[in-house]
């Protein structure tokens, strides 16, 4: 199978490259070879190579800085999903598209999670910019898959597991504060790049949540990090109120499989599992990333 993978420098992506190219042809522009927001860009990368699949990773995600940049927002979140979703649809081929679990209010009960049929609406303009990319897919692409993640955390870019070890260890104070009031699943993107090679191996399309199994909040996430890397500084609870500078954030981000399940095609993980794997594995380079980050 031939992969055209966008944004393959980041998070989702480096695991994709990494997952999928031990059985696929991948081939991963950098974003000055291809930038999605340039339609003719899109059009010409596709006529020279015919891709199979397009896996687009590429995304604005700086939830902050996208209540102030909505020029940027809307190149890169909207327009560049449409140039691909038209341009898959012009090749005949398969569209991999990467969402948010920001598409929702995040105001349903806990421990209710949100179903892929449930109503969106957004309350970031971040959140609003993965609803409107995901309407841009559907529009446009008759073969896609969309996938709404989130709480993602990796090996390959910083995350919330080196935010909160570089605080812990560059304080003088013997504790720090972490958001309570916000629940979620973390999710491995390593898990997610290996879900989605199994969905590439069928012929469904649609839209997928795909998060880690059970959740917890931000706060039990930081508390069983430190648990397992032996991490002495105390953690207290603070509120998502307490930050009142930046985007407004979901409390409510977990995500049902159900459609996954449903179809048999579930591999996700309980989030418990996989991060004292993720922490097993790559627990001491984390530290040692975070000592130095402190300097």
């Given amino acids: 199978m031939k992969i055209l993978l966008l944004g393959s420098s980041g998070l989702l992506g480096s695991d994709c490259k990494e997952v999928l190219s031990k059985d ?12 999605i927001i340039s339609w003719d860009g899109v059009i010409n990368e596709l006529h020279n190579i015919s891709p199979d699949v397009i896996i687009n990773c590429a995304a604005f995600t700086d939830v902050d800085a996208c209540e102030t940049e909505p020029f940027a927002v809307r190149k890169t979140n909207v327009e560049g999903p449409r140039n691909l979703a038209q341009g898959s649809a012009r090749f005949k081929c398969r569209l991999v598209h990467i969402s948010s679990d920001y598409v929702f209010r995040g105001q349903k009960g806990i421990p209710q999670p949100y179903f892929e049929d449930d109503p969106t609406d957004p309350i970031s303009a971040y959140g609003a910019s993965k609803l409107d990319s995901e309407i841009a897919v559907r529009e446009n692409s008759p073969n896609y898959i969309i996938l709404r993640t989130g709480w993602l955390y990796g090996i390959h870019r910083n995350d919330f597991i080196n935010s909160v070890l570089v605080n812990a260890l560059k304080r003088k104070s013997k504790s720090i504060k972490v958001v309570d009031d916000q629940v979620g699943s973390p999710t491995w993107s390593y898990r997610v790049a290996l879900q989605i090679k199994e969905l590439l191996n069928t012929d469904v399309k649609g839209t997928f949540h795909t998060t880690s ?16 890397l032996k991490v002495k500084t105390i953690l207290e609870s603070c ?33 418990k599992e996989d991060l004292n794997e993720y922490l097993e594995k790559y627990g001491k380079e984390l530290l040692k990333q975070a000592k130095s980050a402190r300097k």
């Avoid at 696929?24 to 930038?35: G, M, R, T, Y």
């Avoid at 049902?256 to 399940?261: D, F, I, P, S, T």
């Fill in 239 to 271: 509120c998502l109120s307490d930050f009142q500078n930046g985007a407004k954030r979901p409390r409510n981000c977990i995500l049902e499989n159900r459609l996954l399940k449903t179809l048999g095609l579930n591999i996700m993980k309980d989030w």
């Fill in 213 to 228: 199994e059970g959740f917890c909040s931000r706060l039990e996430c930081a508390q069983f990090i430190f648990d397992k």
């Fill in 24 to 35: 696929n042809q991948v081939i991963a522009p950098s974003k000055d070879e291809l930038d």
